[in-house]
Each structure stands twice: as structure tokens, then as C-alpha cells.
């Protein structure tokens, strides 16, 4: 299942972001989304868990969590086509 994480501190590291949701089962992916004229972080990014089950425990544990002074909000990702289709509805 593919994890939307939203409100991410700017400061956290993909490898500080892997070590949060490694606890609740494995991690197929893990990737902050970057500027890239700065090179800093947007502030969210996509966690990849291949198990059902540990994706949603990750997000009921995670969901909320302050991390550095951000409270983390972790939804399931919209695949894109899914997204085009609600958005022509």
C-alpha cells in the first residue's frame, strides 16, 4: 500500500522518515518530495508498505504523531488514475 505522509518537518530525512514507519512492518519505498531549486524538502512525501495490514498500523500509529514540532498526517495514496477520474466526475 502505497502511504501519503503530509506535514512533514523540513527538517526530517528520508532515513529519520523510514526509521518512523519501520517499526510497524517493512518498507517496500521511501521518498520525501524535494524543490528542486532548493533542495529542501516540500514537507511530504510516499512510503511504500507491500502489507496491507502493517500499512494501515502505521497509519493509525503515525497519524497525528508530532515529529519536530509537525504533527504528521498519513493517509492512503490516490493512485493517479483514480485521481483523474474523481476530478472529471
Known amino acids: 500500500m502505497n502511504l ?3 506535514n512533514i518537518a523540513r527538517t526530517l530525512t528520508e ?3 523510514l526509521a518512523l514507519f519501520e517499526p ?3 518498507v517496500q519505498s521511501c521518498a520525501l518530495v524535494m524543490n ?3 533542495g529542501l524538502s ?3 512525501g510516499f512510503v511504500e ?3 496491507v495490514g502493517e500499512a494501515k498500523a502505521a497509519m493509525l500509529g503515525l497519524n497525528g504523531k508530532d515529529i ?3 504533527k504528521l ?3 492512503k495514496a490516490e493512485n493517479k488514475t483514480e485521481a483523474k477520474q474523481a476530478d472529471q466526475d
Open 24 to 26: 510497524y512492518g517493512s
Open 4 to 6: 501519503l505522509v503530509r
Open 49 to 51: 508498505m507491500p502489507k
Open 68 to 70: 519536530d514540532g509537525s
Open 42 to 44: 516540500k514537507g511530504f
Open 36 to 38: 528542486k531549486e532548493s
Open 15 to 17: 532515513a529519520e522518515l
Open 73 to 75: 498526517r498519513v493517509k
